[in-house]
């Protein structure tokens, strides 16, 4: 799915990126732990986080992560922003809560990241 | 610099400064990227050097980060001052943290960092000295069959 049909499911303001809306998404992932985040997040995933600091793009960043969606309304400070934008990261930011987004996202066909006991 | 046997650089990392926790990780995965390194690996590289980063931010006073490139492996060896590990066997499980409220705040302190450094990595030498500080070493082969 593309980014730009996310921002329509999720009725979603684009923060960053907008030049971005045609990136292919195929799986997400959600966590306000960004230890976790690091632990099992996969390469091109879309991340779903309430967590708005600065560290919430570093780590999406660092896992090549393809977009990050603010849920429960919450925006990235303008340090959070300002790294996005650098690192030509998405940002994209919902009213709805996470677990509304998450099954939003997922009955639409986007598929999650592995279990732990499914990595070797 | 650019020594015969490789690339080296080392960066300087200041406890407690979250603002730019991560930004050593960002330029050594840009270096990476630039030399043209594998990009499996470069992942790799770039969530272990940032969990030992973030580690380093929360945990220590002040600590240090070689970044050492050569035709076999890449090498992040990590020192820093600060209260050191009481028992590392405890501090390599999964979910054993000793994160105040700040750092879980931060969306860190899970308890995962230090195992997922191991996991991501060739190889992983862990010493600390209570008081004094913690050291890392990091390794990650470029081609499997240097694994050793």
Do not use: W
Not at chain 1, 46 to 65: H, K
Not at chain 2, 24 to 42: A, C, M, P, W
């Amino acid at each position: 799915m593309k980014l730009r049909e996310i921002v329509n499911l999720l009725d979603a303001e684009i923060m960053s990126g907008a030049e971005n809306m045609d990136e292919e998404i195929k799986l997400a992932g959600a966590s306000d732990l960004m230890s976790d985040v690091l632990a099992f997040g996969q390469p091109g995933l879309i991340l779903l986080t309430g967590l708005t600091n600065p560290q919430s793009v570093r780590t999406a960043d660092i896992i090549e992560a393809k977009a990050i969606v603010y849920v429960r309304g919450k925006k990235p400070d303008a340090d959070g922003i300002a790294l996005a934008q650098k690192k030509k990261i998405p940002i994209l930011s919902t009213q709805f809560m996470m677990f509304k987004a998450c099954g939003i996202l997922y009955r639409n066909g986007i598929t999650g990241v592995s279990d732990p006991k499914d990595k070797s | 610099m650019e020594p015969e046997n490789g690339f080296i650089q080392e960066f300087k990392v200041k406890g407690g400064d979250f603002s730019k926790a991560g930004s050593i990780s960002t330029e050594i995965k840009e270096i990476l990227q630039e030399v043209g390194i594998d990009s499996s690996i470069i992942r790799r590289v770039a969530i272990a050097s940032y969990e030992a980063e973030m580690n380093m931010v929360m945990y220590s006073r002040k600590g240090e980060v070689s970044f050492i490139l050569d035709s076999v492996k890449i090498l992040i060896k990590t020192s820093d001052e600060g209260p050191g590990i009481e028992d590392i066997d405890k501090a390599m499980q999964e979910g054993f943290s000793t994160a105040t409220d700040e750092m879980r705040e931060m969306g860190f302190g899970a308890g995962m960092g230090l195992p997922n450094i191991k996991k991501h990595s060739d190889e992983f030498k862990i010493t600390s000295e209570i008081g004094k500080g913690t050291n890392l070493s990091i390794t990650f082969y470029l081609e499997q069959q240097n694994k050793q």
